[in-house]
């Protein structure tokens, strides 16, 4: 098979980075050439771009991201939205979520995949520990992705592999696996609505060194200093400034988000908690 697989992700927290690593290695054991872009970093996403056009028909998309609020990460959404439209091409979204709900994410990226021309060779949803309960003693997805999480991905990518035809995919319906009621809720809701609701951030200036190290680990590059660290519209509330900073200057209460967090996994009841469509 003439596949020109390409990986693109976002990872705040490490855990969809955790799994895109997992396809890369299982596609370089496969005999495939990769390339790579984390979008959370400061890389120019030209030279993938290139890479995208090059590719044509051969080019097999894998592009993951953290599900935020229901819904994939802005970043991710957002390059969905600039590529080339590519008929004949074929993608493989795939999402991580903390053991609240995976929301719509997958569906939504694969319906803009779909827009693009893109045919859709599978999917996955793998549950994480979840990125906002990293001071719990028991964090929801705690332990995962795990080695069993990791050969479901590996099976995924041989199954691929095996296609004599990769437009002989999944159905995007496939992806819309919530309740018609649950679904409809998560389309209301967002992550931009989402942030009234977060924990407020404060600066303790007297421990705040402006050694930068929050700006370097934001995913977003959502933070400036004027002199001290300031929050732009961009960001997606990762926290990964509050989790990184050595000063622990950064101050947020997370004791009753996480009672929320706890309160939608009772509610949803997802299952299974990690599942690949092919």
């Excluded at 997958?106 to 520990?129: H, N, Q």
């Excluded at 592999?161 to 679904?183: N, R």
């Excluded at 989790?243 to 009672?259: M, R, V």
Aim: a negative charge.
């Amino acid at each position: 098979m003439a596949l020109k697989p390409v990986i693109i992700y976002c990872s705040p927290a490490g855990t969809t980075r955790h799994v895109a690593d997992v396809f890369e290695d299982s596609l370089k054991r496969s005999g495939f050439d990769v390339f790579v872009l984390d979008l959370g970093t400061r890389q120019n996403h030209d030279p993938v771009l290139s890479k995208i056009k090059e590719a044509d028909q051969d080019l097999c998309l894998f592009i993951g991201s953290p599900v935020y609020v229901s819904h994939a990460l802005p970043p991710v959404m957002n390059f969905i939205s600039n590529l080339p439209e590519l008929n004949g091409a074929s993608a493989v979204p795939f999402v991580t979520w903390g053991g609240a709900s995976s929301g719509i994410a997958l569906y939504e990226m694969g319906k803009a995949l779909k827009e693009k021309g893109f045919d859709l060779a599978g999917a996955a949803k793998v549950i994480a520990v979840h990125c906002m309960m990293w001071r719990s003693d028991n964090p929801l997805g705690q332990g995962r992705p795990n080695s069993e999480d990791d050969n479901m991905i590996q099976n995924l990518v041989s199954q691929i592999c095996e296609k004599t035809d990769l437009k002989q995919g999944i159905d995007l319906s496939v992806l819309a696996y919530q309740t018609k009621a649950a679904h409809a809720e998560m389309e209301k809701v967002s992550l931009e609505k989402a942030k009234g609701h977060m924990p407020k951030r404060e600066i303790d200036e007297n421990l705040c060194t402006q050694c930068n190290i929050c700006s370097d680990v934001c995913p977003a590059d959502a933070i400036s200093f004027s002199p001290y660290p300031e929050f732009g519209s961009q960001c997606i509330s990762c926290f990964n400034c509050v989790k990184q900073c050595p000063e622990q200057a950064i101050i947020a209460d997370l004791s009753q988000l996480e009672g929320r967090i706890r309160q939608r996994s009772e509610q949803f009841k997802e299952q299974p908690l990690s599942c690949i469509y092919i």
